[in-house]
Each structure stands twice: as C-alpha cells, then as structure tokens.
C-alpha cells in the first residue's frame, strides 16, 4: 500500500490553520437578515398570550412568527410544531422568531415580547413517564402522522416501543447460578460542538429555496423541506461547507426550517439564523439521557446465560431522532457478549426535556455504560477476574446478535484480540488496585463495546469524479466535512486505487445538494465504508474508460494496459503509455482529430441485505458489519474528598484496516476524551420546573486542555471484507466504553457501585453515605 | 445606539470604521472586515474560539469592545503566514474540524512570543482558556511543543 495507511495531511489542513476555512455563520450578504428566537423558560406550560406590540417598534424589524399553525415535523413522528403553540414541552423551545436588519436589532425586539405561561406538571424523567397517570406530554399521540415502525402508545408517553425476544427466558434463568440485577441512569446532556449550528434561508422569485446550514445531512434537509412543506423537491438547493463539529447533533434538521419560514414570511429575502450557545445548547436536540435496569444470569463457570433489560430512554419533548436512537440501542443491547436468551424492552419517552439527536455513538455509550457495570457486578459476584469473564463471554463469529444475525469473522472482527492486546496495553495483570498512600489510590477499570449502525436499509452513497486539463482529478462525495477528515480518506482510497500521487486529487469540501451526489447522510462511522466503495467504483469507471481511450492511441488491447502515475501504460513495457492529461479531454492526433472525450467517472453504493425488525421479535439485520473495541480506564482517588484525577485512557479497536495512522489515532482520542466528559462530568441539571440549570461553557464543562489523561490506542486489523481496503467504521468507538470502564475503576476505588452519572465527586460522597447509613 | 468613527489597526493596516459603542471587536472584525478566521463560540469568554492578539497578548475578541481596541495593534489569525505553530498543527493532525483552531493558534502564538521557554505548567495555565471539542489536546501539546524553544 502506498497511500493507504498514511499520515497523509488533511486536504482542508492549511485552510484549517489560516482562518480561511468557512463555515456556515462565515458567509454574510448583504441585505441577509439576522433571526432571534424568543424560547420557552419552562419545561412545561400553556402559551396563554403572546403580546409581540413593543417588539414591532423596535426599528429594523421586518418579520415576527409567533402564534400561526405551521405543518408539524419531525422525522419518526410529526408531532414538533416548528414554533410552539398551544403549549411549550421543553426549556428552549421556540415560540416566536423575529426577524431583523441586525442581530443586535432582532436581540432587542426579541426581548421585548411578552409571552404569558400557565405552568403545567413537568415530566422530568422516563422513568417518571413510564409511570401510570403521568402528565402527559402529548395528548394526541395518537393523532399524528408517523413512520411505519415508529409504534407510540396513544394516552401514555411511550413515543415507540422496541422488542427483543430471543431464546427461551426460562432455560436461561435456569442454567443461571449467578444472577445480578442493577438499575442506571443519567440525564440528558449536550454535544457542545464547537461551531453552534446556524442556517441561512432564500427563496428566489422562481421559487428556488436556497438553504445553507451546518449540518450533517444536507439530503435529508431538503427531503424534509419538500416533506413538510410540499415544496418542489428539485427547488430545493442545501449547501453545507465545513461544519465544526457535530457528534450526531447536527444530523436532526431544525434551523433550517425556522430559516425558511422565515425567509418565507418576508417574500423570501435572505435570513440566517444563529445559535448563541445557551440556544444550541437548549433549544437545539442534545444528548439523549436514560434510565436502565439490566439482569445478568450466569453459570458456573461464568457463561452468561440470560439477560433482561429495561431501557427508559429520555427522548425528550419531541421523539424526532430519538425513536432512531432507541432503536439502535435495542439491537445491540446486550453488549458484545454471546447471549443465547436475551429479553429486551426499549422505550422511547417523551419527558419534558430538551429533545434528543444522535449522539456519537448512538446509543451505545449509553447502553454500555449500563452494562459494563453490570458486567463488574456479575465478575465480582462469580469471584472471576472481570477482563477474563468479557473474554469468556465475547461475542464470536457463528454467534447471533440479539436480533439474530448471523456473525462472520468479517462483520464482527476480534473482539477476543481486542481483550488481549488491552491487557497488554494497561498492564492488567499487575492487578487493578494499587495504593499509593493513605490517601490517594490507582485503580483501573475495564470495559468493551461493539456497535453496528442503523441506518436506512436503502441508504445511498454517490461519487464523481472529473478530471483538469493537467491530468488531476476532482473527487465529488456528499460526504460532509464534519471534522473526521473522510473527505481525505477519500482521496487516499482513490490515489491507491488509481496508483497515483494524493497531491493530484482534489476534494471539493462543500456539498450542494444539486450537483453533489448524495451521501445518505454523514453519520454511523460510514462514511469511509460507503462513500469509500462509491469512490472505489467510480475509480473502476475512469479507469475502464482511460484504458479504451489509450487502446485506441497504442493499439493494444485494454487487457494489456496498466494504471498508474496518472499515466495508462503497456504492463510489459511500462515506457509506452499515455499521460492522463494527454487523455482525460480525448485523445487529439496531430491532425485535430479527437477520440474519446471529457472522461467523468462515477460510482454508487447501497448497503446490502439489510431489513427493519421484527415488531414481535426485533428480528431483522439492522446494520452492516460491527465493530468490536476493549476499554480500560486508571484513575487516581483522593478518598479524602472523592475528587480524582484521570491517569490513563486507553482503546483498543479491531478497525479492520488503518487508513490514516494520525487521523485514525486522532478520532479515537478525541472520541475517548469525550466519552470521558461525558461520564465524568457533562449533564443537564433540571430544577423542578424542567429547567435546564448550565446552559453555558462555564456551568456545562467539557475536558479542557491539561485535563486529560495519557491516551493509549490500539488497533487490530481484522478486515472488513466487503469494505474499501478493509477498513471498518471508528469515529466513534473510542467514546462507547468511557463511562463503562470511568464508572468500574471509581467503583472499585471508592468501594460503592456508582450507577449513574456523571461521575462527580459529589456522587461517589452520596454512594458512600447511602452505604454508611445502611450498615448502621 | 450612537455611532462611532474609529480606526482600527488590523494585521498591519489601519482600517476606518463605523462602529455601535457595544459592538465587540469579535463582531467588527468578522462582519465589518470580513476576518470570519475569530470564531464565535460562546459570546461569553468560555470557549477562546474568538482568540486575537491585541499588542502582543491573547484576547479573546467578543470579551473587548472595538472601541477599546483603538490605538492597539490587532492581530487575527488571518495576519499569520505560514508561521511554525501553523505548520505544527498541520503536522501534528491538531485539529478536527478546525473550528477552534484559530483560537488555539492564536494563543499559541502569543505564548511563545510572551514565553519562548514555556514549561508545561505555563502552557496549561495558558491553554486552559480554550476548548476543543474534537481532538484529545495531546496533539495540540505536541504541536506548541515542537515550536517552543527546546533546551
Ligand atoms: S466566543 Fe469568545 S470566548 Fe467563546
Ligand atoms: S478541532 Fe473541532 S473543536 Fe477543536
């Protein structure tokens, strides 16, 4: 391989470190209007009035939305009204846009309309929805327009409800010596991507609606557009340039429709409307939280033979992406662990917090973190090393997932490799716990994942190719940029294809829906895997297309021919050949005449044999191939104040093939450092009221720099045959076992089960309290 | 809100400008001078997104006023060529989605001119005011490491 594998330089790097890179709030027109949402402060209330007459005589408004019926949205269920009316269901929902000459402007009439609330009972929790009598979130659930296998329960908050129903319950109880049953939970919290989201709007007088937005499925903008608005989907023209970060935040579609209503009100002139963070973080979806019970059984010998799992899932006010998300976490509930008899109930709730996008990961950090424990809880119980009882249990090619696929060495990897090289890699074996003094401990804690996506079984992925007069090519994907760095895989993929230096392909960065083809959408890890196969068929079509131009012109069979270079050559006598700028316009003999023409390659991709889910069951092949990592985590506790201090992260996954050495090891890291904010510090905090308490960088805190641990990442290489070079999805993986491994080493430090999180010194005080004052 | 006449020196130039008296330096240099290169972030002073050099010092740019910023040399990323730091975290893979990256250089920039010897415990105190979301900042470590000056 000679591109493959690389630390090639990102193709967007030095745009990157030169401010010249953009990004959606980075283009400005003039005459483009500036939008300002007004939103809810409650969780739950009746809009009683809305009074906008101060507003309008702030100067330079042109538009205030309030109070009108729009068409509802929402991707599973059409049950979010654009702008509220009636009542708000979460801190942050909007109730009215105004739109002005200025963001300052917009600022002040926003702050000048009076909306009157009658508050109403708040479901700040699933678990609290769940309950019988619960308010209700949603009174006409039953009334809304729906997806197919989106299944809510008319009168309850039940938004869907997913099933697995594998094996036999009874034997497995039965051959169970070992039972363990806890319960987990943990809030909504947020992406907190760097770049707040931002969509701008303009409907030209013909009708074209040109959107701009920071998004990770520019596609599925305009589908949703032409959806719910019964717009002319061919008018619908959604540009995404560079996005700055997004972790699934940005794969719901919500600005951009509040753009557009607004550009619409005002004859379609140009409007943008921007997150402040306090909006992007409440009134944009967050990180899903949720409430779980898991019942582990196991025989003697530490075999696991049965399991039962209830998953809460906190949804939010809207089920949007969260049905989605619920899914997800159901096919892949028990863990990377061979279960013969699985039983799974996984809800979707609608609770009065803010609603729910995907979240790296998908439901898997979640999930995991909720077994991972229980994991530590069954190996304490069993007396058996826990590494040793993951490895025991690890899920293995012939074994079936919970919703009963058949695994393959290519589609599940080496979960048992993963396990070993980990043991390694934190030096297991010189045991978990050492005492420093005292005071401080170092203990580490250990977990593992998998995760396949859930994606559209008929999800597409497109490449173009097109050459320049010098021989180089330009490389067309709908993948967008959202900071992985695909786009330059990509180009390595099509360089080791075409043997040709990466330096001569040129990524277009931006997505524009009209001329781009499509990417379903820049989500699940699969953007390498499925835009990767695009391209690699795309190369396919531009070389059978080189090689018949340059047959003719050296009168050699195409057979014969070789690529590479950029040059096609006789494979026998490589000397003989032709340059690709001598061929990509046609062939033009020395008379004028030409042969051949502008060579355009192109390539597709669909995934393969994938089905919904049973409604009974879950049976059904939710995704394409999963991939396995093993986790460990060393903290050092202070068990005199319970604060603690990250030491070591490390990840080992079976990516199938590394693609870009630095990129790969970068997206692992900045996964795990995530993963462990995630678990050890990052949450919503509601009051009684369903307000969202630390809505700013100051109260919500990510790791900042110094924080974070030494990074350890570990890759094995078990292809992925049906992937480009084998290489298997990893954007995520680093993040999944955080929370699981971060909550296992603080456990056994701390001496108490830490079930929830985050993982903050206060709660693992709480835990040792609760402990003191039950044994007394 | 009254108007102003200022003159503001950016990158090396000296740019004159109307400006509302609460109009941040964050803002009039992204929509007045079209220097996008300052990230908004947070408006708040949480995040360092907007990070600029204001007379050799870090300044995060929505925290100042453009009024205040009269009579000092400004320096956003876009006043930076192919300076080591940028090179650095180009080699060093120390951004993702770079959108934090001007800010980081910029205070990068800034400490190695204020402290060319810094040792880890000044980095830290320096690059603390800052948030990247998507790398683990051992790449960002690495990259101010290989520029300072090494004993
Ligand atoms: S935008 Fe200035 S610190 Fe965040
Ligand atoms: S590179 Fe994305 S926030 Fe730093």
Not at chain 1, 172 to 186: C, D, L, Y
Not at chain 1, 481 to 502: N, S, Y
Request: charged share 25%; glycine share 8%.
């Amino acid at each position: 391989m000679e591109v493959i594998g690389k630390s090639v330089i990102r193709k967007e790097a030095w745009d990157k470190v030169s401010g010249r890179a953009r990004y959606t709030n980075d283009f400005q027109s003039v005459g483009m209007l500036s939008a300002q949402m007004v939103i809810s402060p409650y969780g739950h209330a009746k809009i009683a009035g809305i009074d906008t007459s101060k507003a309008w005589q702030v100067p330079g408004v042109r538009a205030i939305l309030s109070g009108k019926r729009y068409p509802l949205t929402g991707e599973a269920i059409r049950d979010r009204p654009p702008i509220a009316v009636d009542k708000v269901r979460y801190h942050g929902e909007p109730v009215a846009v105004v739109v002005a000459d200025t963001p300052s402007q917009a600022k002040t009439a926003a702050d000048l309309i009076n909306v009157k609330y009658e508050l109403l009972p708040v479901v700040n929790s699933p678990t609290q929805a769940f309950q019988k009598g619960a308010p209700l979130v949603h009174e006409h659930l039953g009334e809304y327009k729906k997806e197919e296998d989106s299944l809510p329960v008319p009168g309850t908050n039940i938004a869907t409800h997913i099933k697995i129903r594998k094996g036999d319950m009874e034997q497995g109880w039965a051959e169970s010596e070992t039972v363990v049953e806890a319960s987990f939970s943990f809030a909504p919290s947020d992406h907190a991507a760097m770049e707040t989201r931002c969509a701008t709007a303009e409907i030209q007088p013909d009708g074209t609606i040109i959107i701009m937005t920071s998004s990770q499925a520019p596609f599925m903008v305009k589908r949703l557009l032409a959806d719910y608005f019964d717009e002319d989907m061919g008018k619908i023209i959604v540009h995404t340039p560079l996005v700055g970060g997004a972790y699934g935040g940005k794969a719901a579609v919500q600005l951009e429709v509040l753009a557009y209503l607004a550009s619409k009100e005002l004859g379609g002139k140009p409007v943008k409307l921007f997150n402040t963070r306090e909006e992007d973080i409440l009134t944009s979806p967050c990180h899903i939280g949720l409430d779980a019970t898991v019942k582990l059984g196991a025989d003697r010998n530490g075999k696991i033979k049965a399991a039962e799992i209830r998953y809460l899932w906190d949804g939010g006010a809207y089920s949007d992406k969260a049905i989605d998300v619920t899914r997800s976490g159901t096919v892949d509930c028990t863990g990377p662990y061979n279960i013969a008899n699985v039983w799974c109930d996984s809800y979707c709730m609608y609770t009065n917090h803010p609603y729910a996008a995907p979240f790296r990961g998908f439901s898997h950090s979640e999930l995991s973190f909720a077994i991972e424990r229980t994991m530590d809880l069954l190996a304490q119980k069993l007396n058996i090393d826990p590494l040793q009882l993951r490895y025991l249990n690890a899920i293995m090619p012939g074994d079936t997932t919970p919703t009963r696929v058949r695994l393959t060495k290519s589609n599940v990897g080496d979960l048992r490799k993963c396990i070993e090289k980990l043991r390694e890699l934190i030096q297991w074996d010189e045991g978990p716990i050492k005492v420093i003094n005292d005071r401080f401990i170092r203990v580490k804690g250990v977990s593992c994942s998998w995760k396949t996506s859930t994606i559209d079984p008929n999800a597409p992925s497109g490449a173009i190719l097109t050459f320049n007069r010098d021989g180089s090519i330009n490389l067309m994907s709908g993948v967008v940029e959202i900071g992985t760095g695909t786009k330059t895989i990509l180009a390595q993929i099509l360089a080791e294809k075409l043997k040709m230096d990466v330096d001569k392909v040129h990524v277009r960065m931006e997505v524009d829906t009209q001329t781009t083809p499509e990417h379903w959408k820049t989500v699940a890890s699969r953007g390498t895997y499925m835009a990767g196969r695009a391209v690699l068929e795309a190369a396919e079509d531009v070389i059978r297309q080189l090689k018949e131009v340059a047959a003719c012109v050296l009168r050699a069979p195409e057979e014969d021919l070789e690529v590479g270079g950029s040059r096609v050559f006789l494979r026998d006598d490589p000397v003989i050949g032709l340059h690709f700028k001598d061929i990509c316009y046609g062939y033009k003999y020395p008379n004028g005449n030409t042969i051949g023409g502008q060579i355009i390659g192109r390539g597709n991709f669909v995934l393969r044999h994938l089905t919904g889910l049973d409604p009974e069951t879950g049976e059904g092949k939710p995704g394409p191939e999963w991939t396995p990592a093993a986790y460990g985590v060393e903290i050092e506790l202070d068990r005199r104040d319970y604060t603690y201090r990250l030491v070591k992260a490390c990840t080992v996954l079976d990516i199938g093939r590394v693609m870009n050495q630095k990129a790969a090891e970068g997206q692992v890291m900045g996964a795990m450092s995530m993963g462990l904010a995630f678990a050890g510090r990052e949450t919503f905090y509601f009051d009684d009221l369903g307000r969202v308490l630390n809505p700013q960088l100051r109260t919500y805190r990510p790791l900042r720099y110094g924080e974070n641990p030494e990074y350890v990442v570990g890759f094995v290489e078990t292809p992925q045959l049906d992937s480009p070079y084998g290489a298997r999805g990893a954007g995520e993986h680093g993040l999944m076992g955080m929370p699981g491994a971060l909550g296992n080493a603080l456990s056994l430090a701390a001496g108490v089960q830490l079930n929830h999180l985050p993982l903050i010194p206060e709660l693992i005080w709480r835990a040792k309290e609760a402990k003191h004052h039950a044994s007394l | 809100m009254a108007l102003q006449q200022i003159t503001l020196h950016v990158n090396g130039e000296d740019h004159n400008l109307t400006v509302r008296s609460a109009d941040t330096l964050l803002f009039v240099l992204r929509e007045k001078l079209g220097l996008t290169g300052s990230k908004p972030g947070c408006l708040n002073g949480d995040c360092g997104a907007c990070t600029v050099n204001v007379d050799g010092w870090p300044m995060k740019s929505c925290l100042m006023l453009a009024i205040e910023a009269v009579g000092k040399q400004v320096t956003t990323i876009e006043g930076l060529h192919n300076t080591p730091i940028q090179q650095a975290f180009v080699e060093e893979f120390a951004f993702q989605c770079g959108y934090c990256t001007p800010g980081f250089i910029m205070n990068c920039h800034s400490l190695i001119e204020q402290h060319p010897d810094a040792d880890g415990q000044t980095i830290k105190e320096w690059l603390e005011s800052n948030i990247c979301r998507c790398t683990s900042y051992i790449e960002i470590e690495k990259a101010v490491k290989s520029v300072l000056r090494k004993d």
